[in-house]
């Protein structure tokens, strides 16, 4: 059966169950600049593990913060987030900051500008304005300094050094990073940027497994026409990876019951609650001895609300409500 998923199925649940009161969620945002209201993570989705929740924000822009840090003032928040104004990358150095007509797309990389051209909504945003010399670190040393253990859930939008951040977080990946939410490019819309397949190369190699793309798209800008059936070329998207401590080999950092749960809130919200049943599934029979641990109650209730499958009985015949059965009562 197949769901409109507008917001979370499960983590609501726990949520009022108060079985989210034994996490707390750190959330940072490489490229925090907030252009709109999905960009606002403390509103968000995120914002049903205040107050415990911890979100930041890094980007190369001071004013982008200090716009972020006004906003929040005057917000009565309970969850802690902070912006930090710093550019992140594979290493502490001086670096060219590739500021662009509109900021958001500005890179450490220079635009395209040849090739972006070639394409409808692209130049006006891409070109470039000017440039400036800054200082780019890394999140490992900004974790390291600052004494944050884990990171949970990673998203990353720098125009094309995507994959200088994630070299720099070496350390924080290893920790347990358990979500990564990345900008990548099919295409070079900046001069040498690494692309899609190297950064999924790199993920792959630090556990992670690919579970959806986002994808943009731009027609040429020189053509009077466009096909119905395709959307023009693909040129970027957003890559969501996970990591799976049900897999052989997994990371032993991600295996603990603590991390398993967060990792299926973090499913959840992103919108792949299938993977976030077999998470709370595999919690339950694995460690359901322990109340913190056993969410049979709460995949019954939850499943429960969906008609199609109390309607045909098929609630309770199937395998996965069969295996936590014997966890109802403990």
Known sequence: MEIEQEMSIFVKSLKEKGLLDQIHMTVCNVGSRKLSSGDDYGAGAWNIFAPNLTIYGFDADADACEAAKADLELKQINWTEKHIPLALGKSVEEATLYVTKHPMCSSLYPPNEAYTARF????????????????????DNFCNSEEINTIDFLQIDVQGAELQ??????EVLKRGVLGIQVEVEFSHIYINQPLFADIDVFLRGNSFTLFDLETAYR????SPIASTRR???????????????????????IKEPSQILKLACVAD?????DYSLELLEH??????????YNFAQTIIETLSTF?????????????LVANILPFLNI
């Open 120 to 139: 409808n909504n692209l130049p006006e945003f891409c070109n470039l304005d000017f440039t400036i010399e800054i200082e780019t670190t890394t999140l």
């Open 165 to 170: 951040v994630l070299e720099g977080a070496l």
């Open 307 to 319: 008609p199609d499958l109390t309607k045909s009985g098929e609630l309770y015949s199937l395998p």
């Open 219 to 222: 027609h040429r800008v020189r």
């Open 269 to 273: 919200v992103l919108g792949f609650p």
């Open 231 to 253: 959307r023009g070329q693909l040129l970027w998207g957003d890559a969501y990876y996970l990591q799976d401590p049900i897999r052989e080999n997994a990371n032993f950092m």
């Open 283 to 292: 919690l339950t029979v694995k460690y359901g001895d322990n109340p913190k």
